[in-house]
Every structure is written in structure tokens, then in C-alpha cells.
């Protein structure tokens, strides 16, 4: 991927700049914390992106609190795993939100997210998505947002580049889940729209690490390109493909931006679409002084996500309005326009971004086209 800075850091919202956060305040006296909920997938088979997204949110609440917080309130986060898994995640929304009254939660995975939405309608309190891409989200609630486009608008992107490229017979490996059933289907009926022909389908399991037997019925198909669908496990996939010598070419979706699968060498050649989410290089040095880690994409993701965060709440504090869900989702349609690591526009619960094709050299990632999805 481009690594250099492409985004400005000096503005953060159409009307609300960066510069109106930037200088420490004085802080008001006995000002209260501000408290906000992530409920991400901590341990278990999404643990690795997990972690990461939690580490972006961390490092945006450590930088904007060293400023002197948001309008002199410090702000805090608690973080609750629910393991990717729909039933703790609820298990965690009821405590955070029935025993701590909490006005909005980061949320991640198609599953959980889908699970808590209806809670989040009941309760009226704002879900942040920066890492889910089902389908189902776009309306899942009136109080889900996603910073990321749905699968379908990304499937959308990586079709029209197949085609163009001249791809025009596909196999499909996915997850038997939410996302992966929708990203499935996404691709089957963009694929056939655009003249192309699916030769075979086959489903894995959340967690999954090994593939061969689905990977060999595929190939067994013989098709130009291997869509994958997966949302764990991409490691291990990317190994087995590179044992098998075929010569498709494999191709995804954000799901495939798994750090340790971009590290290993046996992933050389596989694309995938994702959001333009980069960073200027003293942020991404200033992220791994105080993180111990590489600013992944999807650090990136949670620190532009909690930074949208940032610019509603002083929104809310400058017109006196008290910090609730409701507010804070009004806020976001009066604003509408943000630029951060991430330029994106809400007109309806899912942001409108740019989109890049980024190819895995084998230890890194580089740009190979660029689209918007809508």
C-alpha cells in the first residue's frame, strides 16, 4: 500500500477543524471524564485484528488526552471482549450499557455487530463500525455507522478490475458466516452481471487453519481467479496456496488485510480491495513509539474512527447538548463530511470512500488501483 502521507492531518471535519482540538485547553474544573464502550474480539481467531483495532483507539484517546482531553474532559474507553462471537457480544453491550449507561460503543466482525444493532435501536446508542462489512449493516440500525463500505461495495471495485484485466472464470472460498455468505453472494452475482462465470463454490469455518481439501476441489475447477471470502485464517490459507503452485489469481476483500498474512513471503501476489487509510510517516513512527507495534490498517481504521469520535463530542459540548446516542448520531449527519486518515462522507449509515486495490509483494502491500466506493 502507499505509505506515504496522502491526507492532510490539519483538518478532521467539514466545519470542525483539527486545529480546534489541537491546543490544550484549560480544563473547567472538576470536569468529568467522558466514557465510551468497545466491544471487540480480544482473544480467540480474531484476536490479531482485534488487537489492533484496540491499540488505534488507544493511541487516539493518548494523544488527544496529553492535549488536555476533548473541551477539558478527559476521555476514557473500557474495552470488553466478545471473542467474535454474536452471543458475547450481547453479553458485553448489556453491561456496558445497562450497568454503565454508556452513550456509544466501537464495535467490530459482522456477527457481534448484527447481534447488538437491534439493542443499540432499543437503547438509542451509537455503534461505531470500523472493521464489520456486511451487507446486513447498511441498515442494521439507525444507530450503526460504518466507516467501512459495505462487501458488496467493495466486491463491486475488485469485480470491475477482474473483468477489466480479462478474468472471466472464478471460484469462490468462504466463510460460512454473516460476512462470508454475504461476500459469496456479492461476488457471484457481480461476477455473472459482468459476463463472468463461477466455476465452484466452497464454504470454510470460522477459525478454520485448514484449507486443503476445499483449496483442492476448487482448483479441481481450474479457474482464473480464486475469490476468498474469509474473515480469520488467512495466514495459513496464503501458506497452503503458495504449496499448491496454482496458477490463479487470488483475490479478496478488506477481510484479507491480516498483518500477518501481508508478513509472509507465501502471500506474494494476492490482491485485495480495502479503504485508503494512510498515515504520515511521524504518525505511524509516534504509533509504534507508543504502541510497540506497526500502525496496521486497521489501527488506522479505529484511530480515524475515534477521532470522528473526538470532533462529535466537541460539537455536542459547544452547544451544551449532553452526550447521548441520539445526539451523537444527529451530529454526525449535521456534519457529514470528515477528513482524517480517512476522507469520508456520511449521507447514510455507511461512509462513502475511496477504495484501493493493493497487491501482497511478500512481506508488504502496494497500490494497484484506486476506485470510490459508494
Known amino acids: 500500500m502507499l505509505r506515504n502521507a496522502r491526507i492532510w492531518l490539519t483538518a478532521l471535519a467539514v466545519g470542525t477543524s483539527l486545529a480546534t482540538l489541537a491546543a490544550p485547553p484549560a480544563r473547567a474544573a472538576g470536569a ?22 484496540m491499540k488505534g483507539i488507544q493511541f487516539a484517546v493518548k494523544q488527544q488526552n496529553a492535549k488536555g482531553g476533548v473541551a477539558g474532559h478527559q476521555i476514557k474507553v473500557v474495552f470488553e471482549d466478545d471473542q467474535a462471537k454474536p452471543d458475547q457480544a450481547v453479553l458485553e453491550f448489556n453491561k456496558l450499557v445497562g450497568l454503565q449507561h454508556l452513550p456509544m460503543i466501537f464495535t467490530a466482525y459482522s456477527g457481534p455487530s448484527l447481534a447488538m444493532a437491534p439493542l443499540a435501536t432499543r437503547h438509542h446508542v451509537l455503534m461505531l463500525n470500523a472493521g464489520a462489512q456486511s451487507d446486513q449493516l447498511a441498515k442494521a440500525s439507525p444507530y450503526m455507522f460504518n466507516t467501512l463500505p459495505t462487501t458488496q461495495d467493495e466486491v463491486g471495485v475488485m469485480v470491475k478490475y477482474l473483468r477489466a484485466h480479462g478474468k472471466s472464470t472464478a471460484a469462490v472460498l468462504y466463510e460460512n458466516d454473516a460476512a462470508g455468505i454475504g461476500g459469496r453472494d456479492d461476488f457471484v452475482r457481480e461476477f455473472k452481471a459482468a459476463g463472468g462465470k463461477i466455476l465452484a463454490q466452497e464454504p470454510s469455518q470460522f477459525g478454520q487453519t485448514d484449507y486443503r481439501a476445499a483449496l483442492l476441489k476448487l482448483a479441481a475447477a481450474k479457474p482464473q481467479v480464486l475469490f476468498v471470502v474469509t474473515t480469520a485464517g488467512v495466514k495459513p490459507m496464503a501458506d497452503q496456496l503458495h504449496q499448491m503452485k496454482q496458477s490463479w489469481l487470488v483475490a479478496g476483500t478488506t477481510f484479507m488485510e491480516d498483518p500477518q498474512a501481508i508478513a509472509d513471503p507465501n502471500s506474494k501476489g494476492i490482491i485485495h480491495t480495502q479503504v485508503v487509510a494512510d498515515a504520515s510517516p511521524a504518525l505511524m513512527a509516534e504509533f509504534k513509539q507508543a504502541m510497540g507495534a506497526d ?7 479505529y484511530y480515524n474512527a475515534t477521532q470522528i469520535m473526538f470532533v462529535l463530542i466537541d460539537k455536542l459540548i459547544a452547544e451544551k447538548k449532553p452526550i447521548t446516542g441520539a445526539n451523537l448520531r444527529a451530529a454526525i449527519f449535521q456534519i457529514k463530511t470528515f477528513h482524517g486518515l480517512v476522507p469520508m462522507t456520511f449521507t447514510t449509515n455507511t461512509a462513502v470512500v475511496p477504495v484501493a486495490i493493493d497487491e501482497m509483494t511478500g512481506g508488504s502491500e502496494k497500490t494497484i488501483a484506486t476506485a470510490t466506493a459508494h
Open 295 to 301: 500502525m496496521g490498517f486497521f489501527s488506522r481504521q
Open 32 to 53: 468529568a471524564p467522558i466514557t465510551l464502550g468497545a466491544i471487540l474480539p480480544l482473544t480467540g481467531p480474531g484476536a490479531v485484528i482485534g488487537t489492533e483495532q
